[in-house]
């Protein structure tokens, strides 16, 4: 399942950047031509965090629109629908220019000063 290893490596990433603390939220890109399926990938993240740090977190997903540029007129287009064709000539001969991308954008984390007070409280 497509969806569940992008998860598993999304947590990775996630609990190594957090180093301890506890991730409230993950920002992830995704292009569109991943074709990842949004709720797949929210339910196997959720599966997958379960005993981590990251574990409760929300996932936050922004889906990047493809775009392309024509090989055979330059025209950059933003793609919207399959087959990926130029908005101006027609032609099928694009290189693609967004709709890749796959990352852990930023995340959002308890604050500092509470895992501070708790330790305090010990
Ligand atoms: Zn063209």
Request: glycine share 8%; with cysteine; charged share 25%.
């Amino acid at each position: 399942m497509h969806e569940l290893a992008i998860a598993g490596h999304v947590v990775d990433i996630a609990a190594r950047h957090a180093d301890g603390r506890t991730v409230t939220k993950v920002f992830l890109k995704v292009g569109h031509l991943r074709q990842v399926v949004p709720s797949a990938l929210s339910f196997s993240f959720d599966l997958v965090a379960q005993g981590t740090t990251v574990e409760g977190a929300e996932m936050v997903l922004e889906e990047v629109p493809a775009a392309g540029r024509c090989q055979d007129c330059g025209t950059e287009s933003v793609l919207k629908s399959f087959p990926l064709l130029c908005e101006a000539c027609g032609e099928s001969n694009l290189q693609i220019t967004r709709g890749e991308e796959l990352y852990v954008e930023s995340l959002e984390m308890e604050e500092q000063q509470n895992n501070e007070e708790l330790i305090a409280d010990r």
